[in-house]
């Protein structure tokens, strides 16, 4: 079946640091992926997405890129900061339902 | 609010007894859904509601689990005679009809479970 796997956590990293959290899928067909981020004391929001190879989703400076070859949606961000501290989930759409990777913790040192 | 109201946000229980959580969606969010969040792990879905269609129940773990929506308004999941792995939390999240094939989902902070 259908499933994500993302990068264990937790990551540490110094503010303004550069930030990669991996994530690769398997599914069958070309899903869509998406990245969903849980702040402190907050709900799951979507954070961005791509619906098909080579898109590029982008949101609050983070990206991910919809690579079709290496089946991979790794989320990117070139500067982060505090405020970015948070868990970070890689899902895929299958029909209507979204599959989940277990979630990777970031935590952004001042 | 306008957002996906859960309640209670912290639930601690005895083993054996029944709980009940509750989930109030975003008003005209025709789709619904529950999940179970293990500590450490993803979200396990539990159950979807569409309108007035039928519910896919397929990721109830045990009959112990239950759920019921009226319409498009508020949903109630039931845990019976709660075991130790049912801790949990619980999360809820809906969506608006065409929601549901683009992905976008709108969670609730969760209901926290603890069984002792």
């Known amino acids: 079946g259908d499933s994500v796997t993302q990068m264990e956590g937790p990551v540490t990293l110094s503010e303004e640091a550069f930030l990669t959290i991996n994530c690769t899928y398997t599914?069958?067909?070309?899903?869509?992926l998406f990245w969903y981020v849980q702040y402190p004391g907050e709900g799951l929001q979507l954070l961005l997405k791509?619906?098909?190879a080579d898109d590029k989703g982008s949101n609050k400076g983070f990206e991910a890129t919809y690579r079709k070859e290496t089946t991979s949606f790794h989320l990117e961000k070139g500067s982060v900061q505090v405020s970015d501290s948070a868990v970070y989930f890689c899902?895929?759409?299958?029909?209507?339902?979204?599959?989940w990777g277990a979630g990777t913790k970031l935590i952004i040192k001042p | 609010g306008a957002g996906v109201s859960q309640s209670p946000s912290n639930k601690v229980t005895e083993k054996g007894k029944d709980v009940e959580l509750r989930c109030d969606p975003i008003?005209?969010?025709?789709?619904l859904y529950w999940y179970r969040q293990r500590l450490g792990q993803g979200l396990e879905f539990l159950i979807y509601?569409?309108?007035?269609?039928?519910?896919?129940k397929s990721g109830l773990p045990s009959d112990r689990f239950s759920a019921e929506r009226t319409g498009e308004s508020v949903s109630t999941l039931t845990i019976q005679r709660t075991q130790q792995e049912d801790s949990a939390v619980y999360l809820c999240?809906?969506?608006?009809?065409?929601?549901?094939?683009?992905?976008?989902?709108?969670f609730g902070e969760g209901s926290r479970l603890t069984v002792l």
């Open positions: 509601f569409q309108g007035n269609s039928a519910p896919d």
């Open positions: 999240a809906s969506t608006p009809q065409g929601g549901r094939y683009t992905g976008e989902l709108f």
């Open positions: 791509a619906t098909k």
């Open positions: 599914a069958t067909g070309y899903p869509s």
């Open positions: 008003s005209g969010h025709t789709a």
């Open positions: 899902a895929l759409r299958s029909n209507y339902q979204l599959i």
